[in-house]
């Protein structure tokens, strides 16, 4: 905590230069300016030192690119102004040395002066861990819940990118998170239903602090207690969510690659999780106001680029509802979607089938082959 207490100090000090450069030139601290003025200001690293105005830098100049593109809101947006307890402290990659044998990651601090007049050169912080990534280009201490390491690190270039005129489609779902099928009839479904266990834990165990929390004053030192443990349980399930969105798009990646899949349709859903109280009841807006589909797509979506993969949004009016073999819609009930014609089928394969047949011209009804995947 004291490196975050020391970058804040630098930050707060860069605010303040910039501002009395301002009122005495009427323009703002450029990168090398801020660089020579905030140079040794405190025991920090000089990496860490370098880290924070860097960033100071950044925000101002992002809030700038807001007002040109004249962005919703920009009109409010501020210089940074408030006074920081904590920052982010930095280290890049000059700064780091990792034994990747014992796991161990030594960060560097600075050199205090002594009374003498000598440096002194502290001894590196050091940090284990199971799996430490190759080509560490920097790393941050930041507090979530605790102190933790965010290590940001440069993926290898993928000299393979399909090419082929294999095409799938996507239907997102809240209980099976990813159904999709190809032009070759190749099926899979991954299903949600671990994600939907880790919410509904959260929901209940919030729901047990909240009605605790609600026989206490707030801003009391009990209240305080429950909140804090209501902030400890969302930042735990938070980080169980994103670990089953990464190995839900893996494996939906490997069905692309194992399938020569060049082009994937998912259909657009923005509609379908907004004004929910309007459409929907108590239950079901929860699901609906819960659901990660957003950032379940922002993932697959970065890793499918990779391998030059394309991921288009398309409309889905009545995918769910439309029968693939005759055309007719009907309210499908259950898991299973039935038709009149006399036409089986699971639900979400039909979501599926339709989104590739109305976007790609292909005239599927059934799959060939079929796989289910679970989350481990």
């Known amino acids: 905590m004291r490196c975050n207490k ?61 007002i040109k593109a004249k962005h919703q809101n920009s009109n409010k947006v501020k210089l940074p102004y408030k006074e920081k307890k904590y920052f982010n402290t930095g280290w890049d990659y000059q700064s780091i040395n990792i034994d990747y044998i014992n796991g161990v990651i030594k960060l560097s601090k600075s050199m205090i002066m002594l009374e003498s007049g000598k440096k002194k050169k502290l001894k590196p912080i050091k940090c284990y861990a199971k799996t430490i990534p190759q080509n560490v280009v920097e790393i941050e201490l930041l507090y979530q819940n605790g102190l933790k390491l965010a290590i940001k690190y440069k993926e290898p270039d993928i000299n393979f990118v399909i090419q082929s005129n294999n095409v799938a489609s996507i239907d997102l779902g809240e ?25 509904r834990f959260r929901n209940k165990e919030q729901a047990k602090i909240k009605s605790k929390m609600s026989n206490y004053t707030n801003g009391s030192k009990q209240y305080r207690k429950y909140r804090n443990a209501l902030y400890s349980i969302k930042f735990k399930s938070d980080k169980q ?30 509609s379908c999780t907004r004004d929910t109280k ?16 957003g950032l379940l797509m922002l993932q697959l979506e970065n890793k499918l680029n990779r391998y030059g993969i394309q991921i288009i949004k398309v409309k ?16 499908p009930k259950g898991r299973e979607y039935r038709c009149s014609c006399g036409y089986k ?8 089938i339709n989104i ?15 796989k289910y995947l679970r989350i481990e």
Not at 175 to 198: E, F, M, P, Q, Y
Not at 241 to 270: A, F, M, P, R
């Open 175 to 199: 209980i099976h998170s990813i159904t999709s099928i190809d032009n070759n009839g190749n099926a899979v479904i991954i299903t949600g239903r671990k994600l939907r266990s880790i919410k």
């Open 356 to 370: 590739l047949n109305d976007n790609h011209g292909t005239k599927l009804t059934h799959y060939t082959n079929k």
């Open 278 to 293: 309007k459409r929907v009841g108590k239950f079901v807006g929860q699901k609906l106001n819960q659901w990660n589909y």
């Open 241 to 270: 969510i994103l670990d089953v969105i990464h190995k839900t798009t893996k494996l939906y990646l490997d069905y692309c690659l194992e399938n020569d899949i060049s082009k994937v349709y998912y259909g657009d859903l923005d």
């Open 345 to 352: 089928q699971h639900r979400d394969i039909v979501g599926a």
């Open 6 to 66: 020391l970058s804040a100090e630098v930050w707060n000090y860069c605010v303040k230069v910039d501002n009395q450069h301002y009122e005495q030139h009427g323009v703002r601290m450029d990168m090398s300016t801020m660089q020579t003025a905030v140079k040794g200001y405190n025991s920090l690293h000089a990496k860490g030192i370098n880290h924070v105005y860097r960033k100071y830098v950044f925000a101002r100049s992002a809030m700038w690119n807001s």
């Open 316 to 331: 889905e009016y009545y995918t769910t509802k439309k029968c693939p073999a005759c055309g007719k819609l009907n309210q």
